[in-house]
């Protein structure tokens, strides 16, 4: 059975998403390819009978998740692991929650890191580069506030893109 | 109430998607705006509330549709209207019922033209340009058939990009 590469992602709000993609437009090389997002599930790859039956646990996480609210207030970067920079979501048990349970057994995919909530804003830029646009980024703050009250999961086009599969609403 | 601008579209399956981003990829300039997709419904503006409203309508609409199929054959053209280059999709009442559904009283907007179901693969060229391409692709033919069994309503960011906000999953 052929498999497809999947993740899972919650888009905030379009207000967020522009300012993200204020940043991504210049400093992140793979910004079309997927709007501005917090990762809950790295990308695994999974047949259709597989995803079928996520898809049901997927239903019943959302069912047991009240929607729930998360802060920016600013920047940060995973260097020197890579040369990524984005909008940290302010320590969230909920979010936490969320990508426990989508990584708990049943699940395929493993997470490489630790989990830590962001919207990624720049990446793949060169060293110097990234030390540059970090070091202007990194004393802005910020006061964003948001509600999640959805997560989707995505299937990877040939091109690197990502289409929506399904939509999981919380606690419906 | 702010307002969004938003639209409802189909996603086929990822082979036929990756069929037309090899032609969106040289031929379309908003190629990474929006994975290929069939326009159920052209985009308008509405508040959250007629959004909350919608949805439920939307949803009602999905659990009485069963999921059907569709087939592509062709390529074809809007031109002289416009120079958007397409694969057709073969009449399907399906979709007709689902785009006069999304269109009755009671749904804001308004459909410029009659509904013709496609996956635009190419826009906005010259008028020298789209008679090259279409000069080469209309002579292609294609025997392309998929199941539709979902569809999804989605919002437009500042960038002009696409973001998913709910899937509707047909006859559930």
């Known amino acids: 059975m ?9 888009f ?8 993200a993609n204020s940043y991504r437009m210049r400093y992140d090389p793979s910004y079309s390819k997927i ?7 790295e990308s695994f790859t999974a047949d ?3 995803i079928d039956r996520l898809s049901k646990d997927l239903s019943k996480i959302a069912k047991e998740t009240e929607p729930f609210d998360i802060e920016i207030k600013k920047v940060s970067s995973f260097s020197p692991i890579t040369h990524t920079i984005y909008l940290k979501i302010e320590p969230n048990d909920t979010l ?8 708990a057994e049943g699940f395929p995919g493993e997470q490489a890191f630790k989990f830590v909530p962001h919207i990624t804003i720049s990446q793949d830029l060169s060293e ?10 990194k004393i802005s703050s910020f006061d964003l506030k948001d ?3 959805r997560f989707q999961l995505l299937y990877q086009l040939d091109d690197g893109s990502w289409t929506v599969y399904e939509t999981y609403k919380l606690g419906e």
Chains 1, 2 share one sequence.
């Open 2 to 10: 052929s498999q497809l590469t999947y993740g899972i992602a919650a």
């Open 12 to 19: 905030p709000s379009k207000k967020i998403q522009d300012i």
């Open 35 to 41: 709007p501005p997002h917090i990762t809950l599930k």
């Open 48 to 50: 259709q009978q597989t």
């Open 96 to 103: 936490s929650k969320l990508n426990e349970q989508m990584n």
């Open 128 to 137: 110097d580069e990234h030390s540059d646009v970090y070091g202007t980024l």
């Open 147 to 149: 509600t999640i009250d």
